[in-house]
Structures are given as structure tokens and as C-alpha cells.
Nanobody
Framework: QVQLVESGGGLVQPGGSLRLSCAASGSIFSLYTMGWYRQAPGKQRELVAHITRGGSTNVVGSVKGRFTMSRDNAKNTVYLQMNRLKPDETTVYYC?????????WGQGTQVTVSS
């Protein structure tokens, strides 16, 4: 079992930056592909970025060049650095731990981009 706790959300002005963190506990963190998702009200949860066990990252096209995902296996933590944030990226961001047999989710952290 894996427990995921996100932090780092908050209010930021358009064009600003935030760094989200996701701390994992309860299992061997390095075995999981980790992902960041977001879900706006009334919409499906969508992938933002993921990072494999080996450290290879992939970010979706809409955030490419602005968002960066990284992981620190020694700290059991993944990060999402978000730069040049836009108002329509206001939503809840979720951390995910994925293996071939199961997915775990955190409780989410709210990001609000507004002046």
C-alpha cells in the first residue's frame, strides 16, 4: 500500500510559478511510475506529466516547456515545477503512483491562478 500526500498548491498570479510536492510512504517508492494529474469541475481527470522508475519524464503538450516533473527516490518524493501558469490551469492537482496491478491517488492540492 502507498500513501500519497500532495503539498505546495495555493494562489498565484498569472505568469507565476508553483512547485508541487508529493510525498509517498508505505511501500517501495522506486517501483512505481509516478504521475501528476489535474481535474477541473465537471471534467475528466487528465494527465499532466509522469516519470518512470528510471527517471524518464513525459509532459503533455499543453504544459510542455513550462512544467517539469522530477523525483527524488531517496526522499520518496516527486515534484511538479509549474512556470508561467495560466488562469485556466486553476484546478485540483493529484499525485498518482502506478504499477501494473494497482493505482494509488493522493487527496489533491488546489492551484488557483488569478490576479
Amino acid at each position: 500500500q502507498v500513501q500519497l500526500v500532495e503539498s505546495g498548491g495555493g494562489l498565484v498570479q498569472p505568469g507565476g510559478s508553483l512547485r508541487l510536492s508529493c510525498a509517498a510512504s508505505g511501500s517501495i517508492f522506486s517501483l512505481y511510475t509516478m504521475g501528476w494529474y489535474r481535474q477541473a469541475p465537471g471534467k475528466q481527470r487528465e494527465l499532466v506529466a509522469h516519470i518512470t522508475r528510471g527517471g524518464s519524464t513525459n509532459v503533455v503538450g499543453s504544459v510542455k516547456g513550462r512544467f517539469t516533473m522530477s523525483r527524488d527516490n531517496a526522499k520518496n518524493t516527486v515534484y511538479l515545477q509549474m512556470n508561467r501558469l495560466k488562469p485556466d490551469e486553476t484546478t485540483v492537482y493529484y499525485c498518482n503512483a502506478h504499477s501494473s496491478t494497482i493505482d494509488y491517488w493522493g487527496q489533491g492540492t488546489q492551484v488557483t491562478v488569478s490576479s
